[in-house]
């Protein structure tokens, strides 16, 4: 038998496999998934983001975007907490128009741990108030930890439960600029991690769980060996058949090629990783694509 996997320790939280289940929107990561990743030692989470467009008893309301997010993303809760005592996450992104509201939903239905990025989650602490909810931000630079830190640690006298370190080769939207992703040798996800490992130091014993373009037993072990706590992985998570998306979606991602892996300018302002079709060729072309958008849920967003 090989050796033991180490646990990974956030506050009075053990979980082994060090594995956290990174959040997908629009519906990809929900319950059916986060119960499975959970029943197996995991941490499971809950993407925030667009839940009530397709949950049933929003439907049938007169409710607005804000409301059907508020009603779906407690149905999602309730639902991890019937099939699952393990802990679990909620993943909320900074550029949320109602990134509030939903932090005051699992506050209220006592969350185990927020997961917070696509921003800096500068006032989290202040939202989350006395809660026993643990705290994650997800950083892409050591300048951001420290900027975090200490800003938590002097209006809100806490610092985060950990920190996830997400490089360049995550998917999905990044948090990084065109310029820097060109230059990817310097923004190789080991060299992240140490400057954030040190960089995290100062401010105590910070668990950091790397996260981006982690596939395989390899990865995590490689990333445990440098000083990691813990890895975060999401894609690898899509394929799987307690992942409750279209079989369809999961054909997109099973039969693409490394070629058809691009990075394009995201309507939310910033680049994202994503599988090459032609809607996306569209993008890439500079072409506009007739739509509208009622729902304005990320403050970034150009939806003109």
């Not at 949320?96 to 939903?105: A, I, P, T």
Request: charged share 25%.
């Amino acid at each position: 038998m090989g050796n033991k996997l180490p646990d990974l320790m956030i506050g009075d939280l053990k979980i082994n496999p060090p594995i956290i289940q990174g959040g997908m929107g629009v519906r990809i990561s929900v319950a059916s998934l986060v119960v499975a990743v959970c029943k197996e030692g995991a941490i499971g989470t809950i993407a925030s983001v667009g839940l009530g467009e397709e949950y049933e008893e929003t439907k049938q309301k007169n409710l607005s975007y804000v409301e059907r997010s508020k009603l779906a993303l407690k149905a999602q809760i309730d639902e991890v907490k019937r099939k699952t005592t393990n802990p679990f996450a909620v993943n909320i992104m900074c550029a949320l128009n109602n990134y509030d509201d939903l932090v005051d939903v699992c506050v209220k239905n006592k969350v185990p741990i927020i997961i917070s990025g696509a921003g800096l989650p500068l006032k989290l602490p202040l939202l989350a108030g006395k809660s026993e909810t643990k705290l994650i931000p997800i950083v892409s630079s050591a300048r951001a930890v420290d900027i975090i830190c200490k800003t938590w640690h002097r209006k809100y006298n806490r610092l985060p439960d950990a920190l996830i370190v997400e490089g360049p080769l995550a998917g999905g939207h990044l948090g990084f600029n065109l310029a820097q992703l060109e230059a990817l040798e310097n923004l190789k996800l080991e060299k992240l991690v140490l400057e954030v490992l040190e960089r995290a130091k100062e401010f105590g014993n910070i668990p950091i769980i790397a996260a981006g373009g982690i596939f395989d037993g390899h990865d995590i072990a490689r990333f445990l060996k440098i000083g990691a706590s813990g890895v975060q992985i999401a894609t690898r998570f899509v394929c799987t058949h307690e992942c409750d998306v279209s079989p369809k979606l999961k054909d997109e991602f099973l039969k693409s090629k490394k070629e058809d892996i691009v990075i394009i300018n995201s309507p939310v302002g910033m680049p994202g990783r994503v599988i090459r079709n032609k809607f996306i060729d569209k993008i890439m072309k500079g072409e506009k694509v007739s739509f509208s958008c009622s729902y304005q849920c990320l403050k970034t967003c150009d939806s003109a």
